[in-house]
Each structure stands twice: as C-alpha cells, then as structure tokens.
C-alpha cells in the first residue's frame, strides 16, 4: 500500500508528528510513503523514509496526482492549511478532485487521517 503525504507549510510540523506517532503501523503493514518535496524533507529529518517528489507549488502535487490517475496511490493524507493563501491552489484543486474522480480515500486534517489509518 502506498499512501502520498503532504502538508502546506503551516502544518508540516503537524505531520510529521502525526507520522512519527504512527511510524510502527506504518512500518508493520509495509506501507510506503511517497510525499511532495518540502514535506518529504521534513520527515526524512524527522528519520522517516519516504519517497520524494518535487515541492508542491514546483509540481509536486500533479507528480502525485500523476500516480493516483495510474493506480499506485492508494490513499492521500493532506493536511491543508485552510486559511492560508497557496500560489498552487489549482493544483491541489485538481488532486482533490482526482481523490473523487479515482475513488480514492483523502484526509484532509487530523481527524480524518487517524480515522483512516484506524482502517489499515
């Protein structure tokens, strides 16, 4: 199973708390981590493996767009900063709308991440 991993800047310390919180799920059901460049970076830091793609607003998020449309995303957690300004909205716009399109579970705050691993 492969679950991408992003977070707008606000909340990148939240996510990597929330992975580091719930790295041996993630390492005992031989989960693989994929995330946009910035994040990856932080959770690489953290002491995390993960796959990197470019940073969002350089076309991270339509490199895992790409891979949700080609099957190998199984589930997206984002944790979305809603009340800051994002110079690619239109592309996180379009991955949200691929989660719907492909049927593909997408969490995007807390909540509803712990929720979904609650399923693995």
Same mark, same amino acid.
């Given at each position: 199973?492969?679950? &991408? ?5 606000? *909340?990148?310390?939240?996510? =990597? ?10 390492? !005992? *059901?031989?989960?693989? $981590? ?7 970076? #932080? ?13 969002? +607003? ?8 790409? /891979? $949700?449309?080609?099957? !190998? ?11 800051? *300004?994002?110079?690619?909205? =239109?592309? =996180?716009?379009?991955?949200? /709308? ?6 593909? +579970?997408? &969490?995007?705050? #807390?909540?509803?991440?712990? /929720?979904?691993?609650?399923? $693995?």
């Amino acid at each position: 199973m492969t679950i &991408a991993i992003i977070a707008h800047d606000g *909340k990148k310390a939240d996510m =990597v708390a929330f992975i580091k919180d719930h790295t041996e799920l993630f390492q !005992k *059901k031989h989960i693989q $981590l994929i995330a946009t460049g910035t994040t990856g970076s #932080h959770l690489e830091k953290a002491g995390l493996e993960v796959a990197k793609m470019e940073s969002g +607003p350089m076309g991270g998020d339509a490199q895992i767009a790409s /891979r $949700l449309v080609e099957g !190998k995303i199984d589930m997206v957690i984002f944790f979305r900063d809603p009340l800051g *300004k994002h110079p690619h909205e =239109v592309d =996180v716009n379009m991955l949200m /709308r691929l989660c719907d399109v492909y049927n593909i +579970p997408l &969490a995007t705050n #807390h909540a509803a991440a712990m /929720r979904f691993i609650q399923t $693995l």
